[in-house]
């Protein structure tokens, strides 16, 4: 009886340590590194997509749309800076440089030419206007 209950605490030990291993690392109260977070809306027209790209500037952000495709890239620079006390030195510094990037499919083609970025403290906001379906028609046949 007392192996069983070995065993039975084993095999839970081991999905909770695979879980742990497979979430990202957070450091010092930090995200991980390089997370676009996004919100998508649709109403009959278009799409409205906010994505939080916290730590890039408006030039270092890229969004490309291919007809239902859209990708956000972005560089990203985040600092966090701790001090000790009035005029101490700096004991703890985190930085992190580099890039990001996220990608989608929406289920309708989006017009390229119509669509329209904002970026506003630190959140992108895209309105991508809805293909229209072609119009069909049907063909007398002579």
Avoid: C, W
Avoid at 22 to 51: C, F, H, Q, W
Avoid at 75 to 87: I, L, P, Q, T
């Amino acid at each position: 009886m007392n192996a069983l209950t070995r065993y039975e605490r084993l095999d839970d030990m081991f999905p909770e340590m695979f879980r742990r291993f497979m979430r990202p690392m957070i450091a010092s109260g930090l995200e991980a590194p390089g997370e676009i977070r996004i919100e998508v809306t649709e109403n009959e027209k278009d799409y409205e997509v906010r994505a939080e790209v916290p730590g890039a500037k408006k030039d270092d952000i890229k969004v490309t749309i291919d007809r239902n495709h859209v990708s956000i890239d972005a560089e990203v620079r985040r600092e966090k800076e701790e001090r000790s006390g009035k005029g101490g030195r700096t004991l703890v510094s985190e930085l992190y440089y580099g890039s990001t990037s996220r990608s989608f499919s929406l289920a309708q083609e989006v017009e390229e030419k119509a669509s329209s970025a904002k970026f506003d403290n630190g959140v992108l906001t895209l309105l991508l206007p809805k293909k229209r379906e072609a119009s069909s028609r049907s063909l007398k046949i002579e």
